[in-house]
Nanobody
């Protein structure tokens, strides 16, 4: 069992920055890949970024490369998404997800947070 709670969302102007946090429970955090997803109004949920259990490997969807950075602090059981140079098209509910234990990136996600709203104004 893993519980995830996102925080850090809000309303920001275009070009601004936000840092999302995902606090997790459970001692298995360090054995799970973690990911961030988002869902905009009227759109399908999409992958944003992921990070390996060790934090060594990361990947991003093309639209956020160079602007977003995913990181994790295994000592704090927390994953972050630093979002810079935000654009209106980044507006969405952002969800944190925990991968299957020992599954690595691409192993699927079995736990999801409730999401945090990010709204970027023009």
């Amino acid at each position: 069992q893993v519980q995830l709670v996102e925080s850090g969302g809000g309303l920001v102007p275009a070009g601004g920055s936000l840092r999302l946090s995902c606090a997790t429970s459970g001692r298995s955090f360090s054995n799970r890949a973690m990911g961030w997803f988002r869902q905009a109004p009227g759109k399908e949920r999409e992958f944003v970024a992921d990070i390996s259990s060790s934090g060594i490997s990361t990947s991003y969807t093309s639209s956020v490369k160079g602007r977003f950075t995913i990181s994790r602090d295994n000592a704090k059981n927390t994953v972050y998404l630093q979002m810079n140079s935000l654009k209106p098209e980044d507006t969405a509910v952002y969800y944190c997800a925990a991968g299957v234990i020992f599954g690595g990136r691409g192993g699927g996600y079995e736990y999801w947070g409730q999401g945090t709203q990010v709204t970027v104004s023009s």
